[in-house]
């Protein structure tokens, strides 16, 4: 699974949590889709993290 990805890049690789949250960004920004599709994309990504970051006020949990 994605998660299990995610998990293995932290144990494996030493990525904390913006590193993650930026590749992930970054995949969407560089995706080949449409302009429109695109921005979709990228519009509920960042609404997702907003409303995950909200909920995690202390984010300092999410590194090692």
Not at 20 to 29: D, Q, V
Not at 44 to 52: K, Q
């Amino acid at each position: 699974t994605l998660t299990r990805e995610f998990q293995r890049a932290v144990e494996e690789h030493d990525l904390d949590y913006w590193t993650i949250r930026r590749m992930a960004r970054n995949s969407l920004e560089h995706a080949f889709v449409e302009p429109a599709e695109k921005q979709r994309l990228l519009t509920e990504f960042d609404a997702a993290l907003r409303e995950f970051e909200t909920r995690w006020s202390n984010l300092e949990t999410l590194s090692r």
